[in-house]
T-cell receptor, first 110, second 114 residues
């Protein structure tokens, strides 16, 4: 059983469209991290959300942590081809190892 | 400063062989974690080392092992390779072993087992 479920698994959109990616769990996390991984590279940390209900913005990317700290979402406004990649969420619980979702593979077509 | 480096980048082995992968963390980072990434299972934690000691181990068979040297460089070894071991093996380093410390990933070693 996957501790963190990400949806959708795949997303193909046109440049300029908006999209939302979800990361859900039945477990509570002390914080949640979002990564982007491009082909041939390792994941790169985009943001960490810590407080329930927290919203963080990174240019056109908006990250939200659920009030109960069990879920998170990533919203991209006006997607660009450079946003293409695998988006991973990872949950932090105390000092146990990071738990990753399987990811959402995003393709933005020009 | 230089990022996390992993060698080799690509590796092809046959079933039953063993393999050793290497990871050099960012200078000054003392914690190294290893992950296996496959399309079916995603990123799964293998083990974590800090100051040459294994701090955590994931749910993998004993064929998977690792170690860390005094200069923080780390190696992982997989013995008696199976087809299912084909994966991207990622190494990540951080200053300290706390899970909420930012981890910096290397580009990975793509292992193919034939």
């Amino acid at each position: 059983t996957q501790l963190l479920e990400q949806s959708p698994q795949f997303l193909s959109i046109q440049e300029g469209e908006n999209l939302t990616v979800y990361c859900n769990s039945s477990s509570v996390f002390s914080s949640l991290q979002w990564y982007r991984q491009e082909p041939g590279e390792g994941p790169v940390l985009l943001v960490t959300v810590v407080t329930g209900g927290e919203v963080k913005k990174l240019k056109r990317l908006t990250f939200q942590f659920g009030d109960a700290r069990k879920d998170s979402s990533l919203h991209i406004t006006a997607a660009q081809p450079g946003d293409t990649g695998l988006y991973l969420c990872a949950g932090v619980r105390g000092n146990t190892p990071l738990v990753f979702g399987k990811g959402t593979r995003l393709s933005v077509i020009a | 400063k230089a990022g996390v480096t992993q060698t080799p980048r690509y590796l092809i082995k046959t079933r039953g062989q063993q393999v050793t992968l290497s990871c050099s963390p960012i200078s000054g980072h003392r914690s190294v974690s290893w992950y296996q990434q496959t399309p079916g299972q995603g990123l799964q934690f293998l083990f974590e080392y800090f100051s040459e000691t294994q701090r955590n181990k994931g749910n993998f068979p004993g064929r998977f092992s690792g170690r860390q040297f005094s200069n923080s460089r780390s190696e992982m070894n997989v013995s008696t390779l199976e087809l299912g071991d084909s994966a991207l093996y990622l190494c990540a380093s951080s200053l300290l072993p706390r899970t909420d410390n930012e981890q910096f990933f290397g580009p990975g070693t793509r292992l193919t087992v034939l």
